[in-house]
């Protein structure tokens, strides 16, 4: 019954982690929070975390996916009975973050049809957004789209729909953001916003933006989730580890940076320099893009391609969550697949109404100033995954030894950047996400009024 597919060849598998790894991670979230932690200094965290931070547990999660041959809740007690609590945490972080990503792609669903349907000035409008979240009723009508077409593409296999998309559609996206975004650019006014995009300000320095921009990092390439333990099970035992990693993450820095480009210069050019727009949240997107499509003229036809793509793009990121928390389920506890497929794709519907309900009925429900929404997202990025990420270079360098990824790696070929991943996993990652979670309650316990 749970017979393991395996990608057919490496470039299968780097497209399909490509796939989980771009996202609304990339179109939706980056975006909003460069903007609101200050640009040029955001980026630079966040490259700088991507390049040492991210690497490393994107080949250490790789490898022990690989070298077990299982998902995460079973590959961590495969390793060591004590720390298999890990893969409780790596499946219960997707089960979190699943619910609300089928909420922001039923967004992007509604957007699509505006769109489709000849609705572009209404969706430029500067309401279209805030009475969408005001209307349970339709959020809830595309929540439900999107989570079951989630459930019918993993209903029939990881590789067939996944791999097919990242081959066609994705190039096609990164196309149509490449010319978005040189319109973008070159709106009047937009420079202010290249400037506050690519030039750090330290005047923007918060303890806040750096722990966003580790929650970012681990969210965008879909680490500390156990995502990619399970397409490292998946991994055919000779294709190389690191330069898979390394093509991953180009790629998705890559999409995230050209997102920001569609948007912030766009937010500047249409406020007249205001830069209150830059703190809207997760609005960011949908409030700003629409009014660029309606400046470019033609947006119907720029409009639909768009929003169709990034819901693609959404749809193979919230595959690749959806089937952690199966593939982990399955292995551990045997139980049938499609089953246990439905089984998710219903609670995550489920678990997905009360972010819905939180900018309408529930808008009471807040903590800090945060709406459902956020706090799901921020337990998950700024808490949960953090603390999985410590733990798992705890669990890596001092139980079961760096050797164990040493050996798993160079299987394939040789290991180049061992000194870095060695030290990173021993020292600088472990001392770094203290340090950010200790600062930030701290920081947090000041502010926060409950
Ligand atoms: N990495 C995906 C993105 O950037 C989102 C994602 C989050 C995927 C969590 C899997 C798990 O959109």
Redesign the pocket.
Known sequence: MNKRDTFSTGLGFVLAAAG???????????PYLVAKYGGGLFLVFYILLVLTFGYTLMVAENAIGRKTGKSALCAFGELSKKWAFLGIIATI??MI??PY?NVIGGWVIKYALTFVTGGHSAAAGDNFFNEMLASPRQQLLFQFIFSAVTTIVILRGVQKGVEKFSTVLMPMLILLAIIVAIYSVTLPGATIGLRYLFIPDFSHFSVAGILGALGQM?????LA?G?MVAYGSYLPKNSDLEKNVSRIEIF?TGI?LLASLMIIPAVFAFSGGDETALGAGPGLMFVTLPKVFESMGMSTVIGSVFFILVLL??LT??I??ME?IVSSLCDKFGWDRKKTTIGAGIGSFLVGIPPILGYSTWSGVTIGGMSILDMMDFI?NSVLMPILALLTCIFIAYVIGVSVIHKEVEQSSAFKRKKLFDVMIKYIAPVFIVAILVSSILSALGVIQF
């Open positions: 989980s790894a771009v996202g609304l991670g990339n179109i939706w979230r980056f972080i997707p973050i699943q990503y681990f969210y965008s390439l879909s989730m995502i998705d995230a793009a959404a990121s919230s690749s969550i952690a998950t």
